[in-house]
């Protein structure tokens, strides 16, 4: 994998940082977004990659959403422009084959706050702040609004669709939008050791829950529990399990190798 201008990608082992370069503050171009699809796409043509962290890089904040001087020039064709563009590689970021964590080591804002929600986990510095902000122009948190709404319910997520209000990473933990806040060390710290643990765990295991917890989300409890049933079948079928429970008995440490 290969730097991008805008998006800097790098990797330890089976973990992938992808450091937002965009500063001050990562606004999101279409320049922006066309590197980042480039970098999730080399990500999942290589399945030996068993976590992505999101960071900020050495911009001030994670990301404080779309720039705004790009409107003018997308007016009349925004779907085409922008919004659609825009969905699809926010989708890829959510349906990337592996777990995904945004480290938050500053504002995540409008679409910065929508790239966030598209990782599996949110781990933000104590002093960081969220929130879909665009009524605040007039505009509209597209994607963010639908994830928002699944992670805390409709109420939660009126108030803030509607107010364009921020949450201070304690309260944004509270109502479920991040997962970890940190004090005594950044969020890109803590993400990066949380992806180190995940990437030692069983490869397919993970792929797999991936796959469920998207099930139960997007899809009727009925086709969710028949998807997990074949996705058992998978595993027990897998040489990790077999060589996860040899190393058990064993009591050795496993290595897993995904199939």
Known sequence: MTDQRLVHVTRLGAVVQIGLANPPLNLVTKEFL??????LQEI???????????HQGAARVFCAGSDMREFESVRKHAID?????????????????????????????GGGFELALACDIRIAAHDAKVGLTECHIGGLGGSGAVRLTQL???ARASELLFTGKTLS???????????????DESAK????????????RGPLSNVFAKQLIAAAVDGPTSKALSLANEL???IFQSEDLQRGAKAFFDKTQVQFEGR
């Open 34 to 39: 066309e590197h980042l699809d480039e970098s």
């Open 44 to 54: 999942e043509r290589d399945r030996s990659v068993r976590c992505v962290v999101l």
């Open 81 to 109: 422009k922008k919004i659609l563009f825009e969905e699809y590689v926010t989708r890829r970021l959510a349906h990337i084959h592996c777990p995904t964590i945004a480290a938050l080591d500053g504002p995540a804002l």
């Open 152 to 154: 805390v319910g409709p």
């Open 169 to 183: 990473a304690p309260l944004a933990q509270a109502w479920g939008l991040i997962n970890e806040v940190t004090v």
């Open 189 to 200: 710290q803590r993400a990066l050791a949380m992806a180190s643990e995940i990437a030692q």
């Open 232 to 234: 058992q079948e998978k």
